[in-house]
């Protein structure tokens, strides 16, 4: 029963080994099977990827041989740089050349000659203004092409005028060669002629420096004569100055004004009647009858304490009547105290030039009071023709008699006479008197000052 049992169990297991030994038969077919079919499969997946090589390098020597006739012999170029590059330049040369600065642009295109030149001119403004014409070389070529045959097209004409231009340059130059040579005979003869001249010139120069010398000998002689005349001419005019300033001082010693002491200056010549210091004039009681003239000038002061005189103000007579004048009190004016050796600006603001003021005559450098209440003025006629349309020489004589003056002839002129009438002609009909006038100090006036003096 035992061994029944064992030999049972032993059956089994055979028969168990059996299967799994039949099971792994069956997966190692399997896996045989598998493993032809993968080895199949990577054999035509190699085979494959063979294919695919040799189409990359169909396509890599494609691509070459297209770098090569796009690029030439630079560096191979990607998509980007061929774009950069050529693509987007070749559209900014496009849009430059279509620039309105060309002329080929607008109704200028109609003024084109060439049929072919015009036709491209024509189909290239159409691309104005677009910035992406050139998408692909193809577009490029043709366009290139185009202006191509248009460039051939105008090159014979262009060559053509080139030749003219030529000839027409070796003609101009054979005409500037022509006129070179003429010129440079011109140029020949004018430095012979020079060379002429020059000569002449330095006989000419000889000659005139043999004649210089000549003359320069007779100006020395005569210069010697001259120097000798001159130095007795001297000894004759010094010796006339001597004579004249003898004559000169007996003439200021017979002539000459007694000046007048303090106690005549003291006294006043007039007052003043009437003031207004803000209006700048004032009135005095001296007018015509008093034979004052108008722009007579006096200084305006008042006595003060101690027998002492105080100046105020200086006047200048504007406008003369009869027995009054109105003046001008003289703003700003300079005065130089002699004794005190001050200098003043009067008038004093705080002490204006009122009614009551006293006034007297000032005096010239010589020491002669420039108005003389009192005393008869006397005239004095420089000249013989009269310029004014109303009165006669005769008849001025008389007016100014009327007015209580005194007409002189020549042999009375002294200083004593105040006014010398200037007639126009003065100057050439009488110079003797009108230089003795001078030496005596006269004042001279016009024919229209004495009418305007004596109111006529």
């Known amino acids: 029963m035992a061994k029944g049992t064992g030999g049972t169990i032993y059956l089994i297991g055979l028969i168990f080994a059996i299967i799994v030994a039949f099971v792994l038969l069956g997966i190692a077919y399997y896996m045989n099977t598998k493993w032809t079919e993968t080895l199949d499969e990577l054999k035509r997946a190699k085979e494959d990827l063979n294919k695919e090589k040799d189409k990359v390098q169909l396509s890599l020597a494609d691509a070459a041989q297209l770098n090569q006739i796009i690029n030439g012999s630079n560096p191979p170029a990607g998509y980007v740089q ?19 600065e060309y002329i080929a642009l607008g109704p200028e295109v109609d003024l084109i000659r060439s049929p072919e030149v015009k036709e491209v001119w024509k189909y290239l403004q159409g691309f104005k203004d677009k910035s992406d014409r050139y998408k692909n070389f193809v577009d490029f070529q043709q366009d290139a092409l185009k202006q191509l045959q248009a460039c051939i097209h105008v090159i014979p004409s262009i060559w053509i005028k080139l030749i003219r231009a ?25 430095t012979a002629a020079k060379n002429r001249v020059e000569d002449e010139k330095i006989e000419a120069g000889r000659k005139f420096e043999n004649e210089r010398r000549q003359h320069q000998d007779d100006k020395d002689a005569k210069d010697k004569e001259i120097s000798a005349l001159v130095n007795k001419h001297k000894v004759e005019v010094a010796r006339f100055e001597r004579d004249k300033d003898t004559l000169n001082a007996r003439i200021m010693e017979l002539t000459k004004t007694r000046r007048r002491g303090y106690a005549e200056t003291a006294q006043p010549d007039g007052e003043i009647v009437f003031a207004d210091a803000k209006m700048g004039y004032a009135w005095i009681d001296l007018g015509r009858t008093h034979n004052l003239q108008r722009g007579t000038r006096f ?13 105020k103000a200086f006047i200048e007579v504007k406008k003369v009547d009869q027995d009054m004048s109105q ?24 002490d204006p030039v009122v009614k009551g003021d006293l006034i007297r005559t000032i005096f010239m450098p010589d020491g002669r009071p420039v108005y003389e ?84």
């Open 82 to 100: 061929l774009q950069t590059q050529y693509l987007e330049n070749a559209n900014q040369k496009l849009q430059e050349m279509l620039n309105d």
């Open 166 to 190: 030529e000839e027409e340059k070796e003609l101009i130059n054979n005409r500037i060669e022509t006129s070179r040579k003429t010129m440079q005979d011109q140029i020949d003869q004018l």
């Open 299 to 311: 200084q305006v002061y008042q006595n003060s304490k101690g027998g002492n005189q105080k100046v």
């Open 327 to 350: 003046v001008a009190i003289l703003p700003d004016y300079e005065y130089y105290d002699a004794d005190a050796k001050i200098k003043y600006t009067l008038p004093y603001e705080n």
């Open 373 to 456: 209440k009192g005393t008869t003025p006397k005239f004095f006629f420089i000249g013989k023709t009269v310029g004014n349309h109303l009165y006669n020489r005769s008849e001025l004589e008389k007016k100014i008699e009327e007015f209580g003056g005194k007409v002189v002839h020549s042999t009375e002129l002294t200083a004593d006479v105040k006014f010398g009438v200037v007639f126009p002609k003065a100057e050439e009909e009488d110079q003797t008197n009108l230089k003795k006038a001078e030496q005596f100090g006269v004042t001279f006036i016009s024919e229209d000052q004495l009418l305007d003096y004596i109111g006529k």
